[in-house]
């Protein structure tokens, strides 16, 4: 995700290829990327007998882990993509990168030494979200690929001490990174850190 918000800072086919791909991966539902994802491997398999990830489950074989997977990183990825992007856009504006680039400074070192790392705070912002996001469909996500994981414990039996158990876990699971998002803000961005 973050290498495609960098791809945001070049002009032309390159920008807005990355801009597309960013809304399309957050504007695309996580069920449709799945099958997807299905028919590609159906058609690599027929046309040129290459299987890219197994699509089956336990009644028709194998069941692999690459397809939910990727299902589940595509949303977390775009918004990434979208956050470094809109962050570039306003910070690669700002006086000290002008200052920056005047003094000679090479362009590699200006974007990720001075852009990419004040626009790491809005990212780390942002890292519940795309948890949240990651997480929202992963029962959907799971049922599809036959794969056997919270979700899918969740879908199976309905009683009471499951439901509470893995609603406690996606509860944990929130609030570790929820934490984890807050302190690694605080230390990257140096205002935070000093208080002021």
Known sequence: GVLLGLLSLRRGALRGASLGLSVAGMAVPDFLAVLLLQMLTIFTHREFGVRLYSVLGPDGGERGWLLPLLALSLGPMAYTARLVASGLDEVMRAEYIRTARAKGLPEITVVVKHGLRNVLVRVLGGLPAMISIA?????????????????AALMSGWSSRLVATTGLVFCLWFGLVDGLANTLRILANPRLREGS
């Open 135 to 151: 997480l929202s469909s992963l029962v959907v996500i799971e049922v599809l690929t036959n794969v056997s994981g919270l979700g």
